[in-house]
């Protein structure tokens, strides 16, 4: 693995693409289920967890490519760095605990974030940022 301090700024650009990547799907969604208004309220809830899971998935990928090795652990890091941001920001605007959705959010963002690593270490071309 490379020096903690590649690593550290591979998991700020991961976690500021799936930041990225989280609000565009989440926005086209959305729109998506105000305009067809078919979808009951119980599904939103899975879909913003495959959503977040998405947007971890292309979050582990680009930190992977800045770190250009470690695909599970720049996935791992990367997808729990997200977790606890959303999680928090959660935690601030509601006296909810954790539920159990939650845990299935953490599961997919763990599983998506590995593939992501795993995946971007696996590609030829690699991305140099200094």
Do not use: H, R
Not at 7 to 28: D, N, P, Q, R, Y
Not at 66 to 77: A, E, F, H, T, W
């Amino acid at each position: 693995m490379s020096d903690k301090k590649q690593l550290i700024k591979s998991v700020f650009v991961g976690v500021l693409t799936s930041a990225l990547t989280e609000i565009i799907l989440m926005s086209l969604f959305s729109v998506l289920i105000i305009t067809s208004g078919l979808l009951p309220a119980d599904i939103t809830d899975y879909i913003m967890v495959a959503v977040t899971a998405m947007s971890v998935f292309c979050g582990g990928f680009i930190c992977v490519k800045v770190n250009k090795s470690s695909g599970l652990i720049c996935g791992l890091l990367t997808a729990a760095a997200v977790f606890v941001i959303i999680t928090i920001i959660g935690l601030l605007q509601s006296e909810a605990v954790l539920t159990p959705l939650s845990l299935i959010k953490l599961g997919a963002m763990l599983i998506c974030g590995c593939a992501g690593g795993v995946l971007g270490v696996n590609q030829k071309e690699k991305v140099f940022i200094k």
